[in-house]
């Protein structure tokens, strides 16, 4: 009998994945030996395709976070891939967000990661344990006709190398509660809202409600409050958090953090956002509190939306979804067209090719991916995403009408997706000022400079 490890519990799906899915850190390598590592990956692959029989008897170990929803499906998808592929059994595990990394650092240490793994944007940490796709693609194993380059470059390393397949396209937004918003009197979001109208429309949910206006951010307030924030500043591209060639800041100004940082203390303060305590009980975005009733908006990767869509209809509640607000209505919209995730294959594998196979099939079968919907984004091939766009609900179908939007502002000319080694200490260090800022420990100017020291100091290594 096959065995499946059921490990642990919702996630916190974030990913961001996307850079900026904000879960990130970097793993840098000097130039010599990472085309080292290259030749080294391009040559194994060689051997592991010639070595491998489709017809043997092959296990392959596979992994995951998500939310319950993204855990049953994706089950699905294996089940109709082991009845295709008599001869594969996947034993998969699926984890809650924080703690998937927890295991998978272990794996990394005794050299036992997944034969199939999915990482978001903090995969340069996990660079050595990645397997370059170059090779079985050049082969057809995996097979990209379907895929544009623009969207195989959004899991490209610098080199070009091939890092994974993107598991969708994604870009964040703010979910909020149609009828709340109405019955409070509070206007509805535009393209053009501000954080102004943002806090705004918080404060008078929560004066209304008695909950809360708007939901935690939790692991993702970084990505709001500091790599979205500063590029939504000045004119577009002119500034980021940090420098396209992550050798240091992308802005000299440390108070540029500190509006943003007073605005989510201010209403922690008032009651109309939740403290640490509070985020602390949202585990996966099924129970996050505008799910729950109890906030009028939070802060979601937009594939996230058809999930707590489809729940708040069956609660009799409709929810919208509008951009991330900006700086000043005619500024930059900081938003972008990302990676959600990327299934990748272990340096570790024993089956690479048979793990490659099983990556393309899971991206471009079009069977696969009508159980998947677009859970994870909206798929990268071509024939899958026109597919799934034609039979989509009504959640899927706004999830499709505001990435298409989104992907008609204008951006930066240069996007760095990566970010630096350490990062995770500063993502970590920035939400417990925000916490601090909001018991009056320490003021928004000193948060920001504290933020942008702890940022500078990934540099000075």
Known sequence: MKKKILAALLSVTMILGMTGCGN?????????????????????????????????????????????????????????????????????????????????????????????????????????????????????????????????????????NQIGLSNGLNTYGIAYDVDLFNEAGVPLPTEDWTWDDFKSAAEKIHEYTGDFGVSGFTSSE??????????????????????????????????????????????????????????????????????????????????????????????????????????????????????SQMMCVSQDSENKQAAAEFISWFENSTECNNILKGERGIPVNTTVREALKSEATEGQQIMYDFVDMVGTFEIPEKINVLSPDGQDEVVANYRNYIQQVATGEITASEAADKTYADAEKIFAK
């Open 24 to 160: 990130s850190s970097n793993e840098e390598s000097a130039p010599a030996a990472e085309s080292t590592a290259a030749a080294a990956k391009t040559e194994e692959a060689a051997s592991t395709a010639a070595a491998e029989s489709t017809d043997e008897p092959i296990t392959l170990r596979m992994a995951w976070w998500g939310s319950q929803t993204r855990h049953d499906i994706t089950v699905q998808a294996i089940e109709l891939y082991e009845s295709e592929h008599p001869n594969v059994t996947i034993e998969y595990e699926f984890y809650s967000f924080d703690d998937y990394f927890t295991k998978l650092k272990t794996l990394v240490a005794s050299d036992q990661v997944w034969d199939i793994f999915q990482l978001g944007g903090n995969f340069p940490q996990y660079m050595d344990k990645i397997y370059y796709l170059n090779d079985f693609i050049d082969s057809g194993v995996v097979d990209v006709s379907d895929i544009s380059d623009s969207y195989l470059k959004i899991t490209q390393d610098t080199d070009g």
């Open 222 to 339: 970084f990505i709001a409050g500091c790599s979205t924030y500063i590029g939504q500043q000045g004119s577009v591209g002119q500034y980021s958090f940090f420098n396209l060639d992550l050798t240091g800041m992308g802005f000299d100004d440390a108070q540029m953090l500190a509006p943003y940082i007073q605005m989510k203390a201010d209403m922690i303060k008032e009651g109309a956002a939740p403290d640490g305590g509070a985020e602390m009980e949202i585990t996966n975005i099924e129970n996050d509190f505008l799910v729950t009733g109890e906030a009028g908006m939070t802060w979601v990767a937009v594939n996230q939306f058809p999930t707590i869509y489809d729940v708040c209809k069956a609660d009799g509640r409709t929810l919208g979804l509008a951009t991330i607000p900006r700086v000043t209505s005619d500024g930059p919209s900081g938003a972008m067209i990302q990676s």
